[in-house]
């Protein structure tokens, strides 16, 4: 990846909702953002580009356990296909996503979410893409 400051996007697609996360600009933390209808993925990342310095998205990749893309794999390709035509300045990442839907259940609980806000898969949607995000974060640290 290229250091080049700015904010990171990523994005956990599904067809119904996005969970979106961001980091700050000098990309140090990873935080979660919003969940969006996916329908408005486009015109939500255009508004945001607009308003804010975003160098790169990240887009969570959902692979089975033996690392083969999923089904849903296809469908991300092609999404991040058009975001590519769409956002050409921005570089672009695919990062696994396997659990991140499960540690973000977790996280809500232990940070002592209620029941009825863990229910809300739009709170799971944007802390799963901060834990995509977060990942990829610290993949890129080199010692």
């Known amino acids: 990846m290229e250091n080049k400051l700015g904010r ?4 956990d697609y599904g067809l119904k909702r996005v969970g979106i996360a961001v980091t700050d600009p000098l990309q140090i933390i990873a935080t979660p953002l919003t969940t969006i209808a996916a329908p408005i993925l486009f015109p939500f990342l255009k508004d945001y580009l607009e308003q804010e310095n975003v160098v790169t ?9 033996n690392g083969k893309p999923s ?3 296809k469908i991300i390709k092609q999404i991040a296909t058009q975001l590519k035509k769409a956002f050409p300045a921005q570089s672009f990442y695919y990062q696994d996503e396997r ?3 499960k540690l ?3 996280g809500l609980y232990q940070a002592g979410y209620s029941k009825k806000d863990r229910a809300d898969k739009s709170n799971i949607d944007k ?3 901060a834990i995509l995000l977060q990942s990829f974060l610290n993949q890129q640290i080199v010692v």
């Open 8 to 11: 990171i996007i990523a994005i």
């Open 57 to 65: 998205f990240v887009m969570g990749m959902p692979n089975y356990l």
């Open 71 to 73: 089904t849903m794999g």
């Open 99 to 101: 659990f991140t839907s």
């Open 104 to 106: 973000a259940l977790q």
């Open 127 to 129: 802390v799963s893409a």
